[in-house]
């Protein structure tokens, strides 16, 4: 049995036992680009269960937190079941590097054992960075965890001395992470309270995917919203006039939600619609862009067959799946280049172009995949930058 049949099995029984979420491991190696393209089919199939992808916070040589462990993330389209659990180890990037992440749906933080430092009484305690890091994973509802061995002896509390963080005596017979718990604790308490005109200025501040995600949940608010559109479509519009186009702005778009619920009008109505989403979020944009299934058919449509596959072998006993890795390398004489796709003897397009520079690789990745009753191919980019996966399961053509 392969691992990635493995792999769906095991978040199948979860789903069965309506586990809440399922964490999954980071990948192992430069490329975890066939990772992200399971994680990729495995969301396609599920129903109300999160994948949490544990992702280390490690600092590299030139910095770069979004390493390839992140890859599988940003190839998976920012599902919305799908979300970062960070692992924290005793060793950050710098503060500039961090923000990044709470730009991305970060459900958890995992703190190692190795990263807590010891204090003069021989508690448990965090270094200055891994306090400011930690005390904004809270102002985000980023939930905590405690991970690792053991690596404090704490002392045993005498009758007259009691824990820095824990003046009650039943914790004197405590699990042994209770140290641990109370000073995440003590940092929770001692958080400065948000001032309310601070606390949501969407005008202002770009929103996190976190924000959007707490709005997504409203599912009332969104059907009321579809039925307000209806029924103002059908007012404004005579039966008769149905081919007439009504035009609609959503200013302030955000993920699309209201986009989704007016076009929804007007498939329930049968009037046409004119939508234009305008959203000052860039980050949101990119997910607006994904969620146009439309242009998806478009994007991921390829139009003759790419390479030839040898098959040796004609038992159909054997798989014909296929995958491949290429590598190409732009000349340095050509200057700096804009790709939209891949041709061979088939057009692969990209939806979103990757910008090259002279001399620098592209890696791409093919698979070609077989069902039941057709066989088609799923593509992505890797290098210099990392696309989503093109036409998963076959959804485009």
């Known amino acids: 049995m392969d691992s990635k049949t493995t792999l769906k099995q095991e978040i199948a029984w979860a789903n069965h036992l309506s586990i809440q979420a399922c964490i999954l491991p980071s990948s192992k190696g430069a490329s975890c680009s066939n990772y992200a393209r399971c994680v990729n089919h495995i969301l396609l199939g599920l129903n109300n269960i999160q994948l949490w992808l544990r992702i280390p916070l490690v600092k590299t040589n030139d910095d770069d937190v979004m390493d390839a462990n992140s890859t599988s993330f940003v190839s998976d389209e ?19 590097s961090l923000g990044c992440w709470f730009g991305e749906p970060v459900t958890a933080a995992i703190i190692n054992m190795d990263s807590f430092l010891t ?13 400011k890091l930690i005390t904004g994973f ?9 991970s690792g061995k053991l690596v404090h002896s704490i002392p045993r509390p005498s009758s007259d001395t009691t824990n820095n963080f824990d003046n009650n005596s039943d914790s004197l017979q405590r699990h042994p992470l209770g140290p641990y718990l109370d000073y995440v604790g003590y940092l929770f308490q001692s958080m400065d309270p948000i001032p309310e005109q601070e606390r949501f200025e969407p005008l202002m501040d770009n929103l996190e995917a976190q924000t959007y995600e707490t709005f997504g949940r409203d599912s009332k608010k969104y059907i009321q919203y579809q039925r307000a559109i209806s029924k103002a479509l059908l007012d404004r519009v005579p039966d008769e006039e149905a081919s007439a186009v009504t035009v609609l702005m959503v200013v302030g778009a955000g993920r699309g939600p209201l986009v989704r619920a007016s076009l929804q009008a007007t498939e329930e109505t049968g009037h046409k619609l004119k939508v234009y989403a305008v959203e000052k979020n860039p980050n949101a944009v990119v997910t607006l862009h994904v969620k146009s299934h439309k242009d998806l058919v478009h994007f991921e449509a390829a139009y003759v067959h790419v390479f030839t596959f040898t098959h040796s072998d004609y038992s159909t006993k054997k798989s014909n799946q296929r995958y491949k890795r290429l590598q190409f390398e732009i000349p340095c004489d050509t200057g700096s280049a804009m790709v939209h796709g891949m041709l061979f003897a088939i057009f692969f397009p990209l939806r979103i172009p990757v910008y090259m520079k002279p001399g620098s690789p592209l890696e791409v990745h093919f698979w070609r995949c077989c069902g039941s009753s057709k066989v088609w191919y799923e593509w992505c980019v890797t290098s210099p930058d990392s696309s989503v996966i093109h036409n998963i399961s076959g959804r485009s053509f």
Not at 119 to 131: E, T
Not at 138 to 146: C, D, E, S, T, V
Request: one cysteine or more; a neutral charge.
């Open 138 to 146: 809270f102002y985000h509802l980023i939930q905590i965890n405690i």
């Open 78 to 96: 920012h599902h919305s079941q799908l979300f970062v659990a960070l692992d924290i180890c005793d060793s950050l990037p710098l503060v500039n």
């Open 119 to 131: 204090n003069g009484r021989g508690y448990p305690c965090l270094s200055k960075c891994h306090q």
